[in-house]
């Protein structure tokens, strides 16, 4: 716990055998309450080896993709009693001793959401970044930073730390359940105002390391730019889209209130 805050930890998994371990030892148990693996029908030993673990593990009875996946551990950090939600890929490609931090900077209230970014400081193509990667990053998230006028050094860092009431309000059932979801998920952060921090992390990619290949980073990057869009003209009143929908709106939406019949003839 930090601040009287139970802290979890989700582990979104496919095929994740070969980097669990060395993603788990270096979780901080300490501070951490929770570990949660959801398996996104892996073909490999990942769900029996989180099991061997002692991390509670979620088997997905057919693949749901990486938004799915994400879907299932918040929803189950929340049930397990979470006040801070850390989402870190079990791939170790980020590095699982910043969740201390990470989780402190929620946890203590000044932040709803911290993102932690491989983009400050110069780590990105050190650590192994693609340079493709590392130019289509850069491009996106300027795109972004003008579309949705705030401002982060990048909006596609896979390692994020949640508050539990930013989690319980999000409209998450309604984003992808592709990749994009996490842009649609920070888009939805800052289009209802959530505060959201960034941390700088070092990255590392390597041959073990989950990676999303040319072919799917080009559709990733359309639907990244389509979600801005979409909250941009949603702020100009001249669309309404499902993933920028309150509470408030979708009950509405789902029980419109009765026509007035008092001027019936």
């Given at each position: ?27 901080p ?11 996104d ?16 593990t979620?088997?997905?009875?057919a ?74 990053n ?30 319980e ?13 996490d842009?649609?998920m ?13 941390i700088?992390?070092?990255t ?17 990057g ?12 949603q ?16 009950r ?14």
């Amino acid at each position: 716990m930090i601040n009287g805050k139970r802290i979890a930890v989700v582990l979104p998994a496919y095929n994740a055998e070969l980097t669990l371990v060395s993603t788990y030892n270096d979780i901080p148990k300490d501070v951490v309450d929770d570990v949660i693996l959801v398996d996104d029908r892996s073909s490999d030993g990942t769900a029996t080896l989180s099991r061997k673990l002692g991390i509670h593990t979620i088997e997905h009875e057919a693949n749901l993709g990486y938004g799915g996946n994400q879907k299932t551990c918040y929803k189950a950090a929340l049930e397990r009693g979470a006040d801070v939600v850390v989402m870190l890929h079990p791939d170790y490609q980020y590095s699982p001793k910043l969740v201390t931090a990470m989780a402190a900077m929620v946890a203590g209230g000044e932040f709803d959401a911290v993102m932690a970014s491989r983009i400050l400081g110069v780590g990105a193509l050190q650590g192994g970044m693609p340079l493709y990667k590392y130019v289509s990053n850069r491009f996106l998230t300027a795109a972004q930073n003008l579309l949705v006028r705030h401002k982060l050094s990048e909006y596609h860092t896979g390692y994020r730390a949640w508050s539990r009431p930013l989690l319980e309000s999000l409209p998450l059932a309604s984003n992808s359940n592709d990749f994009v979801f996490d842009n649609e998920m920070l888009a939805q952060a800052i289009y209802f105002g959530w505060r959201i921090g960034e941390i700088s992390c070092p990255t590392r990619y390597f041959p073990e390391a989950s990676s999303i290949n040319f072919q799917r980073s080009v559709v990733y990057g359309f639907g990244v730019l389509r979600t801005s869009l979409c909250f941009r003209l949603q702020r100009w009143g001249l669309g309404r889209f499902p993933i920028f929908q309150d509470a408030a709106e979708r009950r509405l939406l789902a029980n419109p209130a009765p026509a007035d019949k008092s001027r019936a003839s």
